[in-house]
């Protein structure tokens, strides 16, 4: 996606990535095949899981990786860089190989949602941009993921361009919004580049610009017969938003065998002025008249209207859903876990920390869901070593990584890769899924946890162990560097 953009996304790098690539160069490490992970450590609002999106602009951002004679310029101009360096970067392309859960994926921490294996340059510069595209996109589809589903079945929209954090953050935030669940966006460019429906209908000037409000109702069901959706509280929702709705729905719809219309909410007590209306709509002979509602609305001020009784057909949510307002940050991160040797043998890396969350899991790996086939729901993720195969007939011990003496037993399941090849040898080999389809997976994938995972409070904890033979290697390495 270019919003008029008027740089080359290559350059959106940390200056670090630069200048470890020079000094790879210089120390002739260019061509070392290294493998890094990205992964987060917490789920965003102490949630059960979050939800995996940003790969599509991951696929976007290396199929147009390159430097250009500015870029170079620019960086001669910084009088660090070797010509050799800047010659490398002249002609550089993507070479390497990239691996990734599918968009709309639930996921959990620790466990590896991208893995890039490439020449150690290559995999350096791409760290920042990786990150920011997985990490905006992902919180974004993970709270709407939580306001939907406390909307219970009921619509919910993306309202929030006008407060979203630049133009990326609008247009992919409702990108994001409609992979976590939402059934459309007030983002018109989104629609346009993305297919993610747009809707809207009228604001307070509209009402305020005509010399009466019921002149403002008749007007815009005129111009809009079929369903339109009127604001009823610009100056009084129940003794005069709500009547002239009703009057100018009878006067314009009604004689034309119209039924399908909706009211909106954007103020005052929704619980209580909600269910007023569905009674008024009611006794006016428009059963079928919804009530839409807005206004600073959270997957936990939603909860809180429906267990009142609220009478509510849509939500329209804006600012606290495409900022992720409550945790505006979603904290993955990008980790060497391996490095090949002269001879292609895979060498683990491990990052040691006395934050024992900070401690890396290393190798190149595997990761697979366990699904019960006695139930359907997912029981735990397993990450293994790239060499290891996962048999269904076989049952299988698990390790807590956390807990050195906690196992688990595992059997009558149906295992799962999550991770899938994104790029071969620089060669994009997966067909992107369409929008709808990456939404009706993630929905799937949803549906397949447990509702204690689900809930917003407390969830129980979905575990992401290690196989065996990961397990000891993480420990040797634990070992050998506990001694030095």
């Not at 120390?27 to 095949?33: L, N």
């Amino acid at each position: 996606m270019n919003v008029n953009q008027p740089w080359n996304l290559s350059m959106l790098c940390d200056f670090y990535e630069l200048t470890m690539g020079n000094g790879y160069l210089k120390y002739g490490y260019q061509d070392r095949i290294t493998y890094f992970d990205v992964f987060f450590r917490d789920v965003p609002d102490h949630g059960g899981f979050a939800i995996a999106a940003g790969l599509e602009q991951v696929v976007e951002y290396i199929q147009n990786l390159h430097f250009d004679e500015n870029d170079i310029a620019y960086l001669r101009g910084r009088k660090i860089f070797s010509e050799e360096f800047l010659d490398y970067l002249a002609h550089f392309r993507f070479t390497g190989d990239i691996y990734a859960v599918p968009e709309g994926t639930p996921i959990f921490p620790r466990e590896p949602i991208l893995t890039v294996r490439a020449p150690a340059i290559q995999a350096q510069l791409i760290e920042t941009y990786l990150l920011l595209a997985l990490n905006h996109q992902s919180l974004i589809a993970t709270k709407a993921n939580r306001v939907v589903r406390a909307a219970q079945g009921r619509t919910v929209l993306e309202f929030g361009s006008r407060r979203a954090q630049g133009a990326d953050g609008a247009v992919l935030g409702a990108r994001a919004a409609y992979i976590g669940g939402c059934a459309g966006t007030a983002c018109t460019i989104s629609d346009q580049l993305y297919g993610v429906y747009a809707g809207g209908t009228m604001a307070h000037s509209w009402v305020q610009m005509f010399d009466s409000q019921y002149e403002a109702f008749k007007t815009y069901c005129e111009i809009y017969p079929d369903n339109p959706t009127l604001l009823v509280d610009t100056y009084n929702t129940l003794k005069s938003g709500i009547p002239d709705a009703i009057r100018a729905f009878n006067d314009v719809l009604r004689p034309r065998g119209l039924t399908k219309c909706a009211i909106r909410l954007d103020s005052g007590d929704m619980a209580f002025l909600t269910k007023e209306a569905r009674k008024m709509l009611d006794e006016a002979g428009w059963e079928t008249c919804k009530i839409s509602v807005s206004n600073s609305l959270d997957e936990y001020l939603i909860q809180d209207l429906l267990l009142q009784g609220a009478q509510i057909d849509m939500f329209g949510v804006g600012e606290r859903l495409i900022t992720a307002k409550s945790e505006p940050v979603f904290g993955g991160v990008y980790k060497l876990a391996a490095v090949e040797d002269q001879e292609g043998n895979i060498i683990p890396k491990i990052k040691i920390s006395e934050n024992v969350g900070k401690i890396t899991n290393p190798h190149f790996k595997k990761l697979y869901r366990f699904y019960g086939n006695d139930t359907g729901k997912a029981i735990a993720d397993y990450l293994c070593v790239y060499d290891e195969t996962v048999d269904d007939n076989q049952d299988i011990t698990i390790f807590d990584p956390a807990a050195t003496w906690k196992r688990k037993r595992v059997y009558n399941y149906t295992a799962r890769e999550l991770q899938v090849p994104i790029f071969k040898n620089g060669e994009l080999v997966y067909r992107l899924p369409t929008l709808k389809e990456i939404q009706d997976y993630c929905k799937k994938e949803v549906d397949s946890l447990w509702d204690e995972v689900k809930r917003f409070d407390n969830p129980h904890t979905y575990y992401v162990d290690l196989s065996q033979k990961l397990w000891e290697i993480k420990d040797q390495l634990l070992r050998e560097n506990a001694e030095a």
